[in-house]
Nanobody, 127 residues
Framework: QVQLTESGGGLVQPGGSLRVSCSAS????????MGWFRQAPGKDREFVAA????????SYAESVKGRFTASRNSARDVLFLQMNNLKVEDTAVYYC????????????????????WGKGTQVTVSS
């Protein structure tokens, strides 16, 4: 099974930018639907973005549309999340996730759709 490792988190001021990455190791010969979730203190884990294995088209939560961009490298073993115009409410631990399935778009936002998770990387937006 594939293992996921996030990197690139840190501290950034409101309005700033940050890019987090997720590297997949192990059985990367398969193609996965991959995505990002985040969890702020005292809150539930929430969907941020995902790229389906079938078409490579990214989907986003409404709260990040127009500010965040998800992408993959050509080998499909690294997932990126470019975050621009960051807000204090974007502060959270960001988790990379994956599944070998090809969920419908409406299922991408549910954590139960995915069965592989990274350990997360902290993103803090503060002045």
């Amino acid at each position: 099974q594939v293992q996921l490792t996030e990197s690139g988190g840190g501290l950034v001021q409101p309005g700033g930018s940050l890019r987090v990455s997720c590297s997949a190791s192990g059985r990367t010969g398969r193609t996965y639907t991959m995505g990002w979730f985040r969890q702020a203190p005292g809150k539930d884990r929430e969907f941020v973005a995902a790229i389906r294995r079938a078409d490579g088209h990214p989907s986003y939560a409404e709260s990040v549309k127009g500010r965040f961009t998800a992408s993959r490298n050509s080998a499909r073993d690294v997932l990126f999340l470019q975050m621009n115009n960051l807000k204090v409410e974007d502060t959270a631990v960001y988790y990379c996730t994956a599944t070998e399935t090809n969920p419908i778009t409406g299922d991408l936002e549910w954590a139960s759709t995915y069965n592989i998770w990274g350990k997360g990387t902290q993103v803090t937006v503060s002045s």
